[in-house]
């Protein structure tokens, strides 16, 4: 069964260091997210991704944010200059259709020290 | 009122007893609902879709109430490893956006 799948799964870091968590969604699947989900608390949408631009982002998703699909299966997410309020589970997931069900990958543990 | 909203339990329940939760969401235009399982430290898994009054697979039934915008998650014979937490999604109409509700916990006890 296709699965997300994203790497690393835990990254530890510095305050102030650039990360760049990595996923590959399902292959035939056309809309990319990213999700934040702190310890203990609820699951927040950051950014959804559609024709290799972004389709909708919130209030989270600021300008130390960004997305890309370098090629035809990554999608990334960068975080360019770590806050200690960064530290959270990052879960990438696609679905077919937006509206659709989603699909998560195992998640990403952003530990900034 | 919140966008989506879901009682945090926990909801303590013995093995084999039938437990229900709900899940109000604020967008009338919504027309797609999901709920999910999240085991601690896990990503969220698919549980169900529920695309117009309801569906069914097996001990789960999802209900959807337009009328009063909620739906519902109805669990049977509860079984140990039902014990999680359940996650209502909702995505926005006209937007690329879901949102999730905080979850309900479920402890199903021996």
């Known amino acids: 069964e296709p699965e997300v799948t994203q790497t690393p799964s835990h990254q530890v870091t510095q305050m102030g260091q650039e990360v760049i968590l990595r996923c590959v969604p399902i292959s035939n699947h056309l809309y990319f997210y990213w999700y934040r989900q702190i310890l203990g608390q609820k699951v927040e949408f950051l950014v959804s991704?559609?024709?290799?631009?972004?389709?909708?982002k919130s209030e989270i998703f600021d300008d130390q944010f960004s997305v890309e699909r370098p090629d035809g299966s990554n999608f990334t997410l960068k975080i360019r200059s770590t806050k200690l309020e960064d530290s959270a589970m990052y879960f990438c997931?696609?679905?077919?259709?937006?509206?659709?069900?989603?699909?998560f990958g195992p998640g990403t543990r952003l530990t900034v020290t | 009122r919140k966008e989506v909203e879901q009682d945090p339990g926990p909801f303590n329940v013995p093995e084999g007893a039938t437990v229900a939760f709900n899940c109000t969401y604020s967008?009338?235009?919504?027309?797609?609902f999901f709920w999910y399982r999240q085991d601690c430290r896990k990503e969220p898994k698919l549980l169900m879709s529920?695309?117009?009054s309801g569906n069914e697979d097996g001990r789960f039934t999802a209900q959807l109430n337009r009328a009063s915008q909620y739906i519902s998650l109805l669990i049977r014979d509860s079984k140990l490893s039902d014990s999680a937490t359940y996650l209502c999604?909702?995505?926005?109409?006209?937007?690329?956006?879901?949102?999730f509700g905080t979850g309900t916990r479920l402890k199903v006890l021996a």
């Open positions: 967008n009338s235009a919504s027309q797609s």
């Open positions: 999604v909702v995505p926005t109409s006209g937007t690329y956006k879901y949102i």
């Open positions: 529920v695309y117009s």
């Open positions: 991704f559609y024709n290799n631009e972004i389709s909708e």
């Open positions: 997931a696609s679905s077919v259709e937006t509206g659709n069900e989603q699909y």
